[in-house]
């Protein structure tokens, strides 16, 4: 396993203060200072770890007096999760909203890691090829519909 970087420690600073408080109101200019890194460092976590497709809400207002608040969506059920996921899946779905989402299927136990990896590289650009986005969204409605039956 390799060291952590600045985006991992982000992360981690992010996800431990959402355990304890379940919703977080930060200042990206503090945030920033604490881990010694440009606001634009902070921008870049949010986007690609704090996503919609990996169950999180993240609210901005930027400016003088500007924040960011983030909150982990948390369901009642598995089905309420999987319905919620179906339903946000559109006609195209990128490789990393699908690795996201699968992802959030394993750590709520839905998914096994094997079944989480053999979906993964079954649905890459690659293997898919030409249509890749059309078909990933066809296959992530289908594995939904599929575990949402398993009674998970």
């Known amino acids: 396993m390799g060291a952590k970087n600045t985006s991992d420690s ?24 604490v881990f010694q890194v440009v606001p634009s460092q902070i921008n870049y976590v949010l986007k690609t770890r704090f996503t919609e497709s990996r169950g999180y809400i993240v609210e901005s207002k930027r400016g ?45 136990g839905v998914l096994s890691y094997q079944e989480g990896q053999l979906l993964l590289s079954l649905a890459t650009d690659m293997v898919l090829g030409e249509g890749a986005e059309k078909i990933r969204a066809r296959m992530l409605k289908r594995i939904l519909q599929q575990v949402d039956r398993k009674g998970m």
């Open 64 to 108: 003088g007096g500007g924040y960011i608040r983030i909150g982990k969506v948390e369901f009642s059920n598995h089905h309420d999760m999987i319905c919620e996921l179906a339903s946000s899946v559109g006609e195209h779905l990128s490789q990393q909203v699908f690795e996201d989402v699968i992802q959030m299927l394993f750590e709520k």
């Open 10 to 33: 982000i992360e981690e600073y992010i996800k431990a203060l959402l355990a304890r408080v379940g919703i977080a109101e930060l200042k990206r200019s503090e945030l920033a200072d």
